[in-house]
């Protein structure tokens, strides 16, 4: 596999993924003897420089697992959305940038035989599980973190990949969002409540508890042995 570009930490390597006609800059790391990779899609006006899910990212390194860190929309995107706030919620374009690069991470020999699982922050959970749905051979599970799976809308019924959907006990209207998108999941599934967590989980140790949730999770669903069970 060939990378391009200077590392954001000494560990990553800085690449560039084709998605529809454009490429997008992702961070890669995968430590030695990993056998999974989570693939990153962030939130609303966030990237993949998002300190929060470097956060998370860091845990699941500890475990042994791959990540890709990536932003779903170009500089000159990014830049249109500023006046616009359009394209971050444009989740069929979104959704679309993440089976781009499923299918990308699945084609090279350096990932190519690692089980995929996808974290999603705020708008990037809908895309992720719109996402999931499209490529049920590949995802294996999802973790939703303060979430809006409701946006990915009739996608809902069809992932078929554990589910984990994270939100703040502070965070009321987004919990019941969750309780309705719950309603609609077919696979494997589980709302997790953070005790005294606001949207973004900045409360001490709130993120920390983010964090071991999803390495539990993925360490439990992307593991070998794992299999992909339906509700």
């Known amino acids: 596999m060939e990378w391009t570009g200077p590392p954001v930490n000494p560990e990553e390597r800085l690449t560039w993924i084709p998605a529809g006609g454009v490429e997008l800059e992702g961070n890669l790391l995968v430590p030695e003897g990993a056998r999974s990779i989570v693939l990153f899609a962030h939130g609303t006006g966030s990237s993949r420089h998002s300190p929060r899910n470097r956060f998370v990212a860091r845990v699941l390194r500890q475990g042994r697992m791959g990540t890709l860190l990536m932003d779903l929309l170009t500089p000159q995107e990014e830049a249109q959305d500023v006046h616009t706030g359009r394209l971050r919620f444009n989740i069929g374009q979104l959704s679309q940038r993440l089976v781009d ?90 709302l997790d409540i953070v005790p005294g967590a606001t949207h973004l989980f900045e409360e001490p140790g709130t993120l920390e508890d983010v964090a071991r949730r999803t390495r539990s999770w993925f360490e439990c669903f992307l593991t070998p042995a794992a299999s992909i069970r339906t509700a």
């Not at 599980?129 to 999802?142: F, I, S, W, Y």
């Not at 973190?145 to 992932?159: C, E, I, K, N």
């Not at 589910?163 to 965070?171: C, K, P």
Request: glycine content about 12%.
């Open 101 to 190: 690069a499923t299918d990308w991470l699945k084609q090279h020999p350096g990932t190519g035989q690692l089980r995929i699982g996808y974290f999603g922050a705020s708008t990037g959970a809908s895309a992720a599980l719109v996402a999931a749905a499209e490529r049920p051979e590949h995802v294996r599970a999802v973790v939703s973190r303060g979430g809006r799976p409701d946006l990915a809308g009739s996608a809902l019924a069809r992932v078929r990949c554990p589910t984990l959907l994270i939100v703040g006990g502070s965070d009321a209207p987004v919990i019941e969002l969750n309780r309705r998108a719950m309603n609609q999941l077919q696979a494997e599934k589980r």
